[in-house]
């Protein structure tokens, strides 16, 4: 996800790209503050065009729907915006995607695709200010020239909650990757978010034709491990060493995806990064959507729908995106109401699996509160009483004893809530799939990620952090790109490739354990960078216990209505915070406009 809604009226910039060069073959990964912030900039989009005359053959790979061209800055190789199915367009908008057209045309592969519909956000989700399109699927692929001739490949999935985000933030740039790592390819992937990759269309008269609508994320992302197999080779990479990883909704993604028949086979290893299968929702929470199109917009049917031009759809998403629902689907079909339960059962024990979380994955929240605490600590306070409203006697318990292993630990007042909220959304999930998969006999690999947002301090360790040290991408102000962040992030991303490589993170200066249900050995990655067994032992034995007895930590309640309850208990904080949230938000939009 790296947000998880809308609101995001951020300070953070998740921007930067990934080295600067000294001359064509001396490469340092260093840069100034001020370097850092200016490379930061989003790419101007243009659209790749059919090449008719001559091409650089070096730079060309020979795939089953076209030819396609890069660019080389230093030994790396970057091919962008290459379409891995049919684009999901007219009659096919809401449909499940299909292999693309076979091709023997050559396209350039210079720019980046379109990013999917979603809400403009300035300063959340830098890539909705990229040419946003219906036709996006697509991916890009970063490959050095030197290291291995057939190289083991990374699977990149970008967060935002599955309502925002998009390859084309620079956050994302895979050239420090692979200048520093020339034996991995890495690959990322724009798929459908929002409406268009999450929609119930069963209510409309024509919705059996749209079965999968409901969860077409989850298949563009199959769609796009299928292209990668079978046309990788081209690129250098070896189709039987594929590693998928994302953070946020894409470690929600990478999750349900080791899970998924339909993807069996596509992948070998897996990094799900602060996201795990609770990112679902049930299906009921799906009915109103349907109702709300008919009556805003007119449609009585699918094929109406698909007849509304971007535009329109656009604006009503830009008006009610915070009332639209999203998140993929516990449909009973093709994701299971209780997804947990094929960890438990063993379902992904052939596969290697590497996952963590950061020390303080909630409080990157703060920042779509403008850093107000008042309003973070509202919501932190009601979503734990609306869950505990909702539990059962024993989920009540459970909680009442999670809430005394805090304070046994020594937290007190509100940093009870936001400790349980950090658990609920992002850290506990990652840690029980841990345990699960070592149970049934899986290899196992566990970290948590202490390094700190250095702007604003108040976010400490927070959600996202870690995308910075995987990408080495720094905005200069958020994380400044200091030597000692940059190292780190060498140091992390050897770790990572390293797992792609054989499934084995440890490098030379650092021994990672396989992770059990006994040691509990995780990697702490940070300044002080160590192996420490059961961390807070108390604290996750307790929320452990809870994810056992209650309701999986599912998402049951929407952020709307959250908002609401907030309103009504806190109203003073409440309107305070909306005031000045709305005042932010205008700013933000009429400085896109200017």
Known sequence: MSKLTILSTTVLILSGISHVCYGENNVSPYKTQEQWQESSKIEEYHPNQIITGQYDKSLAADCKNGIFVGTKKDDVIAWKG?????????????????DPEPSDKVYEAYYFGPTCMQPIDPTGERSSLYKQSEACLNLNVWKNVKGAKEKPVLVFIHGGGWLQGGTSDPLYNGQFFVQHNPDVILVTVTYRVGMLGIINLSEFPDG???ETSINNSIFDLVQSLKWIKENIAAFGGDPNNITIAGESAGGGAVSTLCTLPEAKGLFQKAIPMSGSVNQGNDIEKTLTLPEALKKDLGVKTVKDLEQIDFKTIQNYWDQNATNIYNLIVRDGKIIPNDPFKLWEDGITKDLIIMQGHTADEFRYFLSVFLGYEPMFDAVC????????????????KDLEQYKKALENLGYTGNEIARRYMDDKILSIGNTYQALEHAKNGGISYSYTVEKKYDYPEYLGAAHAIDCYYMFGTFDGVDVKGTKEEVDLALEFQKMIANFAKTGNPSTEKYSWPVYNNETRQKMMIGDNMRVEANPEKERVDAALKMMRSGNRFRYVNSFAEQLQAIAERYPEIYQEFMTEFFAEKQKAAADIEN
């Not at 199915?85 to 809401?94: E, S, V, Y």
């Not at 306070?381 to 009540?396: I, R």
């Open 82 to 98: 290459i379409p891995f199915a049919k684009q999901p367009i007219g009659d096919k908008r809401f449909k499940k995607a299909t």
């Open 381 to 396: 306070q009601v979503s734990m009483e609306m869950d505990e409203s909702l539990g059962t006697d024993e989920f009540k």
């Open 208 to 210: 059996e034709e749209y």
